[in-house]
């Protein structure tokens, strides 16, 4: 090998060995800027949960700060209420007043947010937000994208129902009892002229 390929290859060699330096401090530092990125809770103005979502979403465009705020949440779930018969599906907020917003926080960051139309606070300290923690938030969301839903139904004590299915179909019951929260009802049918308490489930009644 000639002294002047030697010294090619040694430059070769430098070179590598730079480009590997740097792409380990890049790393590096992708990955110390990746445990900075934490979930903050945000208190806003009640009803206005949306448009905070949508306005940050705009402020984080315009100023450039997808570096630095990366997601925001309003936490939400399905609820079906039974109206006269009929399903009517409606979006109900599991935090309301809240919005969660996943972001390094600094100077910068915690101006953009604090200071977008519709926010009030940061959940913690005026200067120092408190980060919330990352099992907490992923049971949040986890509730929000659910496919379960909760049933209202606008029947109360009193009222009559007509049964659509089960043993007891097409019989009128007299609502005794109403349990919200399971989406059951205990009403008294009548069979061969004597009262009978029977349990339902929303599902399985029609309001009269």
Known sequence: MTEKEKSMKEQLDEDKAQEAVEQEAENAAKEAKK????????????????????????????????????????????????????????????????VLVEMIMDEDSWYVVRHTSGVTKFVGSAKKPIPARDSEIKKIINRSTSTQQKIELDVKAGDKVRITSGPFADFVADIIEVYPDKSKLRANVSIFGRETPVELEYKQINKL
Do not use: A, C
């Open 35 to 98: 445990k900075q990125k934490r979930w903050y809770i945000v208190h806003t103005y009640s009803g206005y949960e949306n448009k905070v979502k949508v306005n940050l979403e705009k402020r984080i465009e315009y100023m450039n700060m997808g570096d630095k705020i990366f997601r925001i949440e309003v936490p939400q779930k399905t609820v079906t209420q039974m109206k006269g018969g009929k399903k009517q599906e409606r979006e109900e907020k599991i935090f309301p007043g809240y």
